[in-house]
């Protein structure tokens, strides 16, 4: 088994008002050249959970950050205007939460963030801030969340 450090949250840049089914995601990655989804798990808004690239494979979901990182994806992130947005349902955030604490179990080491979070630190503060973020995926503070996750 590869090392993984990294749990990275990503959404798939859906509509709310539309759908993105796990066969329609892979037929987009592998429009764009990806062998497969690029992400490791796929939540659907019903909060169903797909395995969709194993574990021990590398993903295709955050470049320069690949090797020894697992990425999650949820179906959404833009509101039904097109723009970006928290719209994941209850059944996503409970099954994200899961996810995300149980795969902190098996890889205890592991930093998870968003997408975002891996964009480059341009004015080198120390602190990656929303200006210097490349994608706004996940469309909400995976930090942020986690705080308050673990409060309750």
């Known amino acids: 088994m590869r090392k993984i450090n990294l749990l990275v949250i990503h959404c798939s840049a859906t509509r709310a008002d539309r759908t993105l089914t796990v066969f329609d995601l892979e037929t987009d990655h592998r429009r764009r050249g990806f062998n497969g989804i ?15 690239r194993p574990l021990e494979s590398i993903g ?7 090797a020894n990182s697992i ?3 949820y179906e959404g992130g833009l509101d039904c205007e097109g723009h970006p ?7 996503q955030q409970t099954a994200l939460r899961l996810l995300v604490h149980q795969l902190s179990q098996r890889f205890p080491d592991c930093r998870v963030c968003g997408h975002r979070d891996l964009s480059p630190d341009l004015n080198n503060n120390g602190e990656i801030e929303p200006e ?3 994608k706004l ?3 909400f ?3 942020q969340w986690l705080a308050q996750t673990s409060a309750t």
């Open 85 to 91: 947005a928290d719209t994941r349902t209850e059944e």
């Open 60 to 66: 295709a979901h955050a470049k320069g950050f690949n």
């Open 141 to 143: 503070d995976v930090t």
């Open 38 to 52: 690029g992400y490791h798990y796929y939540i659907r808004k019903d909060g169903t959970v797909h395995l969709t």
């Open 137 to 139: 995926c996940p469309c």
């Open 132 to 134: 210097e973020w490349i």
């Open 71 to 73: 990425g999650i994806c």
